[in-house]
Structure formats: structure tokens, C-alpha cells
């Protein structure tokens, strides 16, 4: 479990310096083993008067949620992540959060106010790589859903007009 812990930590770590693995996977999935890790260390800074290490934590632990495989998990990540932001008075915390936000929109499939908010990412920090790869997928993503969409709504008509001369061919 430690080691898996590590291992989180220095993904984590890696993602918010900007070094990737390389692989085009911008969203590594946490499971449960992450997650709890996350939550006892919270648990534990929170008995702490530290409250630089209970907000690395609370981090932490937020970045998992929004990477979690089960959707619940990253609900939470989000509500976690809106209620710091108010918060924040880091302009670098700041940014990080509105990314994570992003990413947790982005994968509860609310694109809109993924992409508002990597927006805002980049007019804080044009250059930052997650960000635009982010922003990347969004927009390769709400095309193919509108492609999708089209191509449900064609299909639909297609069917109504098919029925309609099939109906027709029956009168006559």
C-alpha cells in the first residue's frame, strides 16, 4: 500500500510540474486503494495543526476523486475542489484547482464548464501543457458528440420518412 501511495504521490507531483509520462494519457484513473490512502492521510493532518500539510492533503485527496473510475467519486472531487477555491488567495493553488475542476467536469461529461474552466487556466498561464491538451480533448470531444448527435438525429428522421412510405405504399 505504501508504495502504491508513493507511486500516487509522485504521479501527482509529476503532473503539477508539467513532466509526463509521454503516453498521451493526460488522466491517470485512481481506484479505491488511492483514494482511501488519500482520505486516512487526510484524516490524519487534520489531527495536526498544519495547515499547510492538511491543505497538500486535501489536494491530494482531491485529485484522486477527480481521477477515480467511479463517478460518485469524482461528484465529490468536484464539491471538494469548488468549496477550496472560494477560499484560495495562491494564484498557482488557484490554477491547479480550476485544472482539476476542469478535468472532473470534463469527466462527468459536463464539456461546457470544462472547457469555461480551462479557459481560465490558460489566461493564467497560456503556456501550461495540461491545460491545452485539456482543452484539446474538450473540443474533440463536443465535436464527435455533435457529429454523434447529427448523425442520431439523420438517422431518426430517416426512419420517420421510412415509415411514413412504407405507409403510404401500403394505401396504395
Known amino acids: 500500500m505504501d508504495a502504491t501511495i508513493g507511486k500516487f504521490f509522485d504521479s501527482v507531483s509529476g503532473f503539477f510540474s508539467g513532466a509526463g509520462s509521454g503516453s498521451g494519457d493526460q488522466f491517470p484513473l485512481c481506484d479505491s486503494d488511492i483514494i482511501s490512502g488519500c482520505e486516512k492521510e487526510v484524516a490524519e493532518a487534520e489531527k495536526g495543526s498544519d495547515e499547510g500539510l492538511k491543505n497538500e492533503c486535501i489536494m491530494r485527496l482531491s485529485w484522486a476523486l477527480v481521477h477515480s473510475k467511479k463517478p460518485a467519486d469524482v461528484q465529490r472531487g468536484i464539491a471538494m475542489l469548488e468549496a477550496s477555491l472560494a477560499n484560495e488567495t ?83
Open 90 to 172: 495562491s494564484p498557482l493553488k488557484s490554477r491547479e484547482k480550476l485544472y482539476l475542476l476542469a478535468v472532473g467536469y470534463y469527466r462527468s461529461g459536463d464539456f461546457p464548464r470544462s472547457r469555461e474552466l480551462v479557459e481560465k487556466c490558460l489566461e493564467l498561464e497560456p503556456e501550461w501543457r495540461q491545460a491545452q491538451a485539456l482543452k484539446k480533448s474538450i473540443e474533440d470531444r463536443i465535436v464527435t458528440d455533435g457529429v454523434i448527435g447529427i448523425g442520431i438525429a439523420v438517422t431518426a428522421v430517416g426512419l420517420v420518412a421510412g415509415g411514413v412510405a412504407a405507409a403510404l405504399a401500403r394505401r396504395n
